[in-house]
């Protein structure tokens, strides 16, 4: 009881704060890690020390495999060349700038250790990169890569970190070293998110139960984690696989109920996770400050040479990364050159997370030989890091976008192409109702009909303008009204004891189904 009372009261923080951030129209994430920074100096509030292993095993799984499930796969490949400069590329190359920079300041410490920090801050957060950056309302391409960043850069990182690591500790790490590593990290982690996707592929295919499949959904993460470590393969990597394999193919094998309840759990899996992580992230201060013993000027000096290494390292990558390119003529031809503020937007979105503190902790007590090395000034740069780029450039990044004015993806573009397909849907469903319908009632028939005509209509709507209310929104706007009249009578029906509760709820059910498309429609 003791152990859960912590864990309660967390939760409801982050859900209460995850509430006021939307009241004060705030980014969730940033309300978060600064309520948990508040929360750490509280006397007698529960203190929680991050467990490493909780984190990369526990709670990133999830986060990682809901995000690649939502990834488009067709928009993943056409990027596929900026997110691995950036997830690649550009991880090793802060890393080692880094670990140079503090190399320098800190002499004294071997130069794979200070690599080894810099494996640590060089990834930007996937869990803060999908919370931050649909928040904002960035270009879909934008989007896009930074998620696809944020899916693979740990994998690189954290490779890097064990690399790092195991020279800190003494063993004999060369060029066949790191290769085998390498292979075995990425390769594995690769054929194993592979046989996950056919595995469950196979079992959700054989599922008709929705109950089931949600269970086999919050299952496929950690089997697919546990998987790749028992063969010292990368998880995350094969939980990026997995993800991206089966949220390509779900349409095929869910059921329409199974993808409204596996929709519906990891939207809130979602939600609850990402506010425990920020809180968690904040409620760290107290603890990472209270092993520091750092002269106050030295602490200032490392820490601010540290920030801007990290800030400035994104931007001297980001540019010639998206201009050089250019220069080849294949790629010129295939993909315009983007105006400079494209990489000035993606560059100001490295913001660090969970994953971050949670590698930070995991570095070695002691060197090779037991040498010591300042382990809790390394902790408290992974966390500053994190503070100084989720707080700060998750913060100003809105006031960024706005300035930096630009282009939008063209909604009408979109509704354009949305009405054709759906032309083109209708056509194919009338062509299979006209095929069937000689076995049907001519009333069922032309009910379905005018669905399917309503249904399209509904497509083309949406390319006029927001001025005036559409058929279909006034239609929305009546058929609620009804609804809510209908749920009163059967309410009262209850109440009187004409009707048993489990009339009720199948009414309220058929009745909250309904209610929920209208809303959707709404929203789109």
């Known amino acids: 009881m003791e152990s859960l009372f912590p864990v309660v009261v967390f939760l409801a923080i982050a859900t209460l704060g995850a509430a006021l951030a939307r009241r004060l129209g705030l980014l969730a994430p940033i309300l978060l890690v600064v309520l948990g920074l508040a929360l750490s100096f509280v006397p007698g509030f529960p203190q929680v020390r991050l467990d490493p292993e909780l984190v990369l095993v526990g709670i990133l799984p999830p986060l990682l495999y809901v995000a690649a499930l939502e990834t488009s796969v067709p928009a993943f490949k056409n990027n596929i060349r900026p997110i691995l400069l950036l997830a690649v590329g550009l991880v090793l190359f802060t890393a080692f700038v880094v670990g140079l920079v503090l190399h320098l300041l800190l002499p004294q410490v071997p130069f794979a250790i200070c690599l080894a920090l810099g494996a640590v801050v060089a990834p930007p957060d996937a869990v803060a990169a999908t919370a931050v950056a649909r928040r904002v309302g960035l270009p879909r391409r934008v989007v896009t890569i930074l998620e696809g960043e944020s899916l693979v850069n740990d994998a690189t990182a954290l490779v890097l970190l064990r690399v790092a690591t195991l020279a800190t500790i003494g063993s004999a790490?060369?060029?066949?070293?790191?290769?085998?590593?390498?292979?075995?990290?990425?390769?594995?982690?690769?054929?194993?998110?592979?046989?996950?996707?056919?595995?469950?592929?196979?079992?959700?295919?054989?599922?008709?139960?929705?109950?089931?499949?949600?269970?086999?959904?919050?299952?496929?993460?950690?089997?697919?984690?546990?998987?790749?470590?028992?063969?010292?393969?990368?998880?995350?990597?094969?939980?990026?696989?997995?993800?991206?394999?089966?949220?390509?193919?779900?349409?095929?094998?869910?059921?329409?109920?199974?993808?409204?309840?596996?929709?519906?759990?990891?939207?809130?899996?979602?939600?609850?996770?990402?506010?425990?992580?920020?809180?968690?992230?904040?409620?760290?201060?107290?603890?990472?400050?209270?092993?520091l013993d750092e002269p106050i000027g030295s602490l200032i000096t490392i820490t601010l040479a540290v920030l801007a290494t990290v800030f400035l390292t994104r931007f001297v990558w980001l540019f010639p990364a998206t201009y050089l390119a250019r220069l080849v003529p294949r790629i010129r031809r295939r993909d315009e050159t983007p105006s400079p503020k494209f990489p000035i937007i993606i560059g100001w979105a490295g913001m660090r997370g969970v994953v971050t503190l949670a590698a930070a902790l995991a570095l070695p007590l002691t060197l090779a030989d037991d040498a010591p090395y300042p382990r809790a000034l390394f902790i408290w740069l992974a966390f500053a890091v994190i503070v100084v780029t989720l707080v700060g450039q998750g913060a100003t990044l809105p006031l960024v976008a706005r300035r930096l004015k630009l282009p939008q993806d063209d909604p009408v573009q979109d509704a354009l192409s949305a009405a054709g397909v759906q032309q083109q849907a209708s056509r194919a469903a009338r062509d299979r109702l006209d095929a069937l319908a000689a076995d049907a009632p001519a009333a069922v028939v032309d009910r379905l009909r005018r669905a399917l005509d309503d249904r399209t209509n509904l497509a083309w709507e949406r390319l006029g303008g927001a001025e005036r209310e559409t058929p279909s929104?006034?239609?929305?706007?009546?058929?609620?009204?009804?609804?809510?009249?209908?749920?009163?009578?059967?309410?009262?029906?209850?109440?009187?004891?004409?009707?048993?509760?489990?009339?009720?709820?199948?009414?309220?059910?058929?009745?909250?189904?309904?209610?929920?498309?209208?809303?959707?429609e709404v929203e789109k």
Do not use: C
């Open 173 to 291: 790490v060369g060029t066949a070293e790191v290769a085998i590593e390498v292979l075995r990290a990425t390769g594995g982690g690769i054929l194993i998110g592979a046989l996950g996707a056919v595995v469950f592929g196979f079992l959700h295919r054989r599922i008709n139960d929705p109950l089931l499949d949600n269970a086999l959904s919050l299952i496929i993460p950690f089997a697919v984690v546990f998987a790749a470590e028992a063969v010292h393969s990368s998880g995350v990597v094969a939980v990026v696989v997995t993800g991206l394999a089966l949220g390509h193919k779900l349409p095929q094998l869910l059921s329409a109920a199974s993808r409204l309840q596996v929709g519906a759990f990891w939207r809130l899996a979602r939600f609850l996770l990402e506010g425990l992580v920020f809180l968690l992230v904040g409620l760290q201060l107290r603890e990472v400050l209270r092993d």
């Open 473 to 520: 929104q006034a239609y929305g706007r009546l058929r609620q009204e009804m609804i809510d009249a209908e749920r009163d009578v059967f309410r009262a029906a209850r109440d009187a004891g004409r009707i048993p509760e489990e009339v009720l709820v199948r009414a309220y059910r058929d009745l909250d189904l309904e209610e929920s498309l209208l809303r959707q």
